[in-house]
């Protein structure tokens, strides 16, 4: 049987979570099953409501389909589906082909030749040339054959688990386009956020190819900035338009060929007539950086997510570090609470109520429209790890995992890496100032006015450090600088971006040039010690041991020594004071803590 259309099945556990995402993946479904239609009025994307290794054996068998056809998924879950479909598929005698689309080059493939995990876009670059000119992509079909059979009377559903149900704070209704197989009304329709239960999107970005297609069209009439695009030199606090592309998400959700994209704008920088920039600065460039973090995280799997067991990723102990199971392994849906001062910063950085309001801005700009800046990203991200909070680089990710829309594992994994100076990049002493820093592109404070509007009426002078402004000021301003960020009922995350604009903007929650110095003293400890995941002294606990003798060693005494008096005097500082019982959190609940057995790193800390 041919069906003549596309078949689209959801994830294992059903669709993707968070209203933004999902409305972008929604978009990206209904212009391709309008494309599919143009070309033959009869087929468009037949949507099935089951995870794939339980529908594909009934479904194959009742549609008598001869041939699965699907783009190669080298992600640790995508890879462990594909395996299973295949295997299931085979048995079945259905003939399986599988192509390489998503990255300019199979990530498989430069890990052979590279020899391993790329970890630098120097190895890329060097494997790439081995193996030749980048695949140019194929032309789109001009005709479909109609649909087959596409009978479903005989088969039962198997509902995907819907518990824990991670959108319930994303809901205002109940979710029923899983009430039939073929959707609601029986006609494999693409659902609707209604259906899903899901409250309406929040972000003006659209997705869909004819989208796609569009904003790079407009992208390469502007010849110049085609070719002399180099991403360290756009402004982060530019908005409406942004300075970079905003293609990214439409790469994630397969709305825009990465192949198409590099081939033309390689045409434009090859015909332009002056000096065009060149990777990794260029926008070709970008392609190659996404498929270095593609190709770093295929072999590892999915202990590419984690510090423990990393042969590639530094070991620091971080504050909130991910929980480690008796087993060994690590639940990625849990985190210790070593520090509840760190566990208050980790929220507020979330929220976007730091008292920073360059850091606030880009925190509600990524919650509201699911993208930000490069360099927004590495200031946030810097900022949560090595440059002020010393949180676990994988509390970050997780966040931008659920609220970005152009989200890849392996690039948000590499990217955290990278700006916690755990893996890719090393110098850690190159911090982001939360002040100095957006004032290079934005001394007026535009951004901060645009997504943080509780300080629009603020002075120049004072828009990125609120706190030094005289209260009398800050009454004519229409906001005052108090508290920590909640609301009346305790909460940070009612705050910024629905409701009323708020009349009060919290203080900072520390020192900034304070906590730079002590990550960084951290940070230099680290280094020395030079520790990484895989490190069986990391699994043993013998690190323990080592970090106070190198901090003993490289002046840090005195530092626990202070802990040492804070304890006694009750103090709450996460880097020193008193040992707090430990908890863990689940990542979709952080509200609702739960006992946890002291570990190894938990009776480090507690030390400290």
């Known amino acids: 049987m041919d069906l003549g259309s596309a078949l689209c099945l959801p994830r294992e556990g059903g669709f993707e979570s968070m209203a933004v995402p999902t409305a972008k993946r929604l978009d990206c479904q209904s212009d391709l099953s309008a494309s599919l239609t143009r070309l033959n009025p009869r087929s468009k994307l037949f949507l099935l409501r089951e995870a794939p290794t339980t529908l594909l054996p009934k479904l194959l068998k009742a549609w008598n389909i001869s041939h699965l056809v699907f783009e190669k998924d080298t992600d ?15 048995d079945a005698g259905v003939k399986v082909v599988v192509r390489m689309g998503r990255t300019l080059y199979d990530p498989d493939q430069l890990v052979h030749i590279n020899g391993g995990p790329t970890m630098s876009i120097t190895q890329v670059q060097k494997a790439g040339a081995k193996i030749g000119k980048i695949a140019k992509p194929i032309p789109p079909p001009t005709y479909l054959p109609d649909p087959g059979d596409t009978d479903l009377s005989g088969i039962v559903q198997e509902k995907p688990l819907q518990t824990p149900d991670i959108n319930a704070v994303h809901r205002d209704n109940e979710e ?42 407009d992208i390469l009439a502007n010849k110049t900035y085609t070719a002399t695009f180099e991403k360290p030199n756009t402004a982060p606090t530019a908005f409406e338009p942004q300075s970079t592309t905003l293609l990214s998400p439409h790469l994630h959700f397969g709305s825009l060929s990465c192949r198409e994209f590099y081939w033309r704008v390689q045409e434009v920088v090859d015909a332009f007539p002056g000096k065009a920039s060149a990777p990794p600065t260029s926008l070709t460039g970008q392609l190659l950086f996404r498929d270095m973090y593609f190709a770093a995280q295929a072999p590892l799997s999915y202990t590419f997510g984690h510090t423990l067991g990393n042969p590639h990723c530094r070991f620091i102990p971080w504050h909130l570090p991910s929980e480690v199971l008796p087993s060994g392994t690590v639940n990625a849906e849990a985190y210790t609470v070593d520090s509840a001062l760190a566990e208050i910063w980790f929220q507020r950085w979330k929220w976007g109520r730091t008292g920073f309001p360059w850091i606030d801005a880009l925190m509600r700009q990524l919650r509201q429209e ?57 110098l850690y002493y190159r911090v982001y100032s939360p002040i100095a820093f957006p004032k290079k592109t934005d001394a007026e404070g535009r951004f901060v006015r645009r997504y943080v509007p509780e300080l629009a009426n603020y002075p120049v002078k004072y828009i990125y450090e609120p706190w030094k402004c005289p209260p009398g000021e800050q009454k004519r301003a229409g906001c005052l600088v108090e508290g920590d960020g909640k609301d009346d009922m305790g909460r940070w995350d009612s705050q910024g971006v629905e409701g009323q604009v708020p009349d009060t903007y919290p203080m900072p929650m520390f020192d900034f040039d304070e906590r730079r110095e002590v990550c960084l003293r951290k940070m230099k400890v680290a280094y020395k010690l030079g ?38 005097g009750g103090a709450a500082e996460p880097d020193g004071g008193t040992a707090r019982p430990r908890a863990k959190r689940k990542l979709s609940a952080p509200t609702a803590p739960k006992a946890k057995q002291q570990s190894t790193l938990e009776a480090f800390r507690k030390k400290k």
């Open 76 to 90: 640790a879950y995508g890879r462990e589906r594909d395996e299973e479909v295949t295997k299931l598929a085979t």
């Open 176 to 217: 029923f386009s899983y009430s039939h197989i073929a959707g609601p009304d029986g006609t494999f329709s693409v659902p609707t956020m209604a259906e899903l239960g899901l409250k309406p999107a929040t972000t003006k970005i659209r997705g869909g190819e004819t989208i796609a297609r569009q904003m790079l069209d």
């Open 370 to 426: 699911g993208w930000i800046h490069h360099l927004g990203r590495h200031a946030v991200a810097c900022f949560l790890t090595r440059g002020g909070c010393y949180i676990d680089w994988a509390r970050g990710a997780n966040v931008f995992e659920e609220w970005l829309l152009d989200h890849e594992a392996s690039c948000n994994i590499g990217n955290w890496q990278w700006l916690s100076c755990s893996a890719f990049y090393a």
């Open 531 to 568: 520790l990484m995941g895989d490190d069986a002294r990391v699994k043993s606990g013998e690190w323990v041991a080592l970090f106070e003798q190198a901090e003993t060693e490289s002046g840090e005494e005195g530092e626990v020594a202070k802990k040492k008096k804070k304890e006694k």
